[in-house]
């Protein structure tokens, strides 16, 4: 059995690495066409991914699946359409590969080009919604690489007819179905040792919660990028417009709850803690977000709770925010440096001294001022797509785009040079 | 005991993070002056140094350590300069630290700043040789990053005196001391405990023999960099000149055998064998080096021995050479794709279509084209100093000066944006 399933794994690892130097053969020409007749196979089949869609649809709410769950799990006509159109938009975008990045000769004669390629094979290992499949396939093929997929067992007939329609596809475009293959066995010990392949995969990108991150993190031999979670703060400074706050506030907390980018925790300067409070509070109910303060917080929000120690380093995804008042930027900075994931947090203040001191001290991908957290995003970045929101520092940070999939070589030429 | 150890770690990486954040706040001409103070404290503490690295000495030698291993571990007041040189050398290096990667302006008015920031906190784990401390120490603080050294136990007092004395200096230029901290418990649990310390430690970058850079791998959670194993490959093609093939090979080959850049394998082009291959086996003769090869190479150099397929896949780092004939650059390709360690790698071939071929295929951090592959290296790239080799893809591929030890961060500034 433990030999079946590494022999099983090392039969995929085998066909990335063929499809990796196909791959890197293509052209740009080739890449989009492989990309289009996908978007296209999607699109005509789509009858064949709703019925394997259904049956996943079916196992998970007999098994009592959530219903925030079960819409992500959920395929239809439009986000299958929506699938196709984003295979559509990243064939669109420049291609990365190729690009000379440096260029510098060296007083021996040597010239030194240092060329971005692709990765080769990218691993990556994501949760429920079948989109995804099709999305990061688009994005590695692009890229370059050859790519291995784990999606959650609950979608697996989903992306298991999708990864095969985009196989089909490629194939019937003359390229190697191979640059996308699905792990299908859903063993826990499958993805376990998956994660251990590294003769075969050269990056695994875990996509999910906190605890599919950990668990990678700590079983993988392969390079890791994590990506995704998101304790992100908002410190309202003394020298804030405070007119200006609630918006960008409420925008950060609740125009999507369930992202890595949403705002998870509030700081406040005590000295406009008396004047702004109330009203934050009154904005906050009205979206129904429940408050977890300190004390100066409970006294000036009515219906707010103890924040405890844990709150400040909880991603709630929820309708829930702590709060604490603080009494000064580097105050601000201390706490949120302790407590936050490295992913986005801003500072809203008129005072560019405190902004700067802001952008400067928190150690995190991304640092706004005057801005909402919710623009932590590879579309909002106008890099056309995203595959994560690394939290890392290694190699790529904030939204990882077509770009942060490639790595670089050095291309060296000489007329004979030794070293001496 | 364990939680002794594991209270040892923390505090040491407790430390290490207030560091790095004093560190981040110091200008260039701060981190100059401890980089300066350091090099004059080394050499005025001379003596001291040589103190302790006698009993190392004398421990290793009573134990039976080889003369190779013993004169990397023999300091001398000549290697102590040159280890103060080259912190100097680091001092007159550009920061590389805020400088402003890419800039751009989105529709909506967010105003975005790719800018350059310290790693943080970097962890170093190397073996024998005791210059590695004070030049690890070197370039992690230029680049703005508090660094956690764990060296070989071999030279465990050696690496003390070291650090103790750049500490001092540091103290003394009023600069923290934890910007360098070594472990000093060389139980080897410690050691795997601090692969792990990842709330503390951003980058851990092995620097030593593939059992380390093992080890390392599989042990910790912290991401890494692999630094330093090089089985390096020349092919010569038939398009070569050959009278600048041999002294191209006998410099990679020989002119320091024991470095992860120096050439471990050969392939030579089955149509120029018979014309090349004795007055290469001639040469690499009266260089001691012994030849492993297939049939046609035995054939042709008579003192050749037969090369297993493990020999293919061997870094000698000795006076041997495995070597190979292939029928075209494919199968030159092909076979460095299956054993090289992703270093570096070079072509000796006067046509530029396979030289093209050969750069394109071949999967290396560094792909040659009629030089030898003892340039991969910091200071012969002009980054003017490197920490290592990276054979990784993931962030920083081949020499890794202080740029490659840093990373980056987005500064977002905007006047009141909101996602719609």
């Given at each position: 059995m433990e030999s079946g399933m590494m022999?099983?794994?090392e039969q995929l690892g085998e066909k990335a690495v063929a499809a990796k130097?196909?791959?890197q053969r293509l052209t740009t020409e080739d890449k989009n066409r492989g990309l289009e007749a996908a978007a296209a196979a999607l699109v005509r089949q789509t009858e064949r991914i709703l019925a394997a869609n259904g049956q996943d649809y079916q196992t998970a709410q007999a098994g009592g699946m959530s219903e925030a769950m079960l819409d992500r799990l959920k395929l239809t006509p439009e986000r299958i359409g929506a699938m196709a159109e984003g295979l559509r938009q990243i064939a669109a975008l420049p291609d990365p590969v190729g690009e000379v990045m440096e260029r510098f000769d060296r007083p021996n004669g040597l010239h030194i080009d240092k060329v971005r390629v692709p990765m080769g094979v990218i691993g990556i290992i994501y949760e429920a919604r079948p989109n995804v499949t099709a999305d990061a396939f688009g994005l590695c093929f692009k890229a370059g690489s050859a790519v291995i997929l784990k999606g959650g067992s609950d979608a697996a007939r989903s992306n298991g007819a999708i990864t095969q329609i985009i196989r089909e596809a490629l194939s019937g475009a003359g390229i190697t179905p191979d640059a996308v293959q699905l792990?299908?066995?859903?063993?826990?010990a499958v993805t376990t040792a998956f994660m251990k392949l590294k003769q075969y995969v050269d990056l695994l990108i875990p996509r999910g919660g906190a605890g599919l991150i950990r668990?990678?993190?700590?079983n993988s031999t392969i390079p890791v990028i994590e990506t995704g979670t998101g304790n992100c703060h908002i410190y309202v400074d003394e020298d804030a417009d405070l007119d200006r706050a609630i918006p960008i506030i409420l925008n950060a907390k609740t125009q999507r709850i369930g992202v890595c980018n949403a705002c998870e925790s509030l700081l406040v300067h005590e000295k406009i803690a008396e004047r702004f409070l109330p009203a934050l509070g009154e904005a906050l109910q009205k979206k129904h977000v429940q408050v977890r303060g300190d004390e100066t917080v409970r006294r000036l929000i009515p219906d707010a709770v103890a924040a405890s120690e844990e709150d400040y380093g909880t991603e709630y995804l929820d309708?829930?925010?702590?709060?604490?008042t603080v009494g000064s930027v580097e105050e601000a900075v201390e706490h949120i440096n302790r407590y936050n994931t490295r992913h986005s947090d801003a500072i809203l203040t008129e005072n560019k001294e405190h902004a700067e001191q802001f952008l400067q001290g928190v150690d995190a991908a991304c640092v706004y001022v005057n801005a909402s957290t919710r623009f932590t995003d590879g579309f909002e970045f106008g890099f056309g797509a995203e595959i994560g929101i690394s939290t890392q520092k290694l190699h790529a940070r904030g939204p990882m785009g077509l770009r942060e999939l490639t790595t670089y070589k050095y291309l060296i030429r000489g007329d004979g040079q030794i070293r001496a």
């Open positions: 022999e099983y794994l130097y196909a791959l792990i299908e066995d859903n063993d826990r668990a990678v993190v700590e309708y829930i925010v702590s709060m604490k």
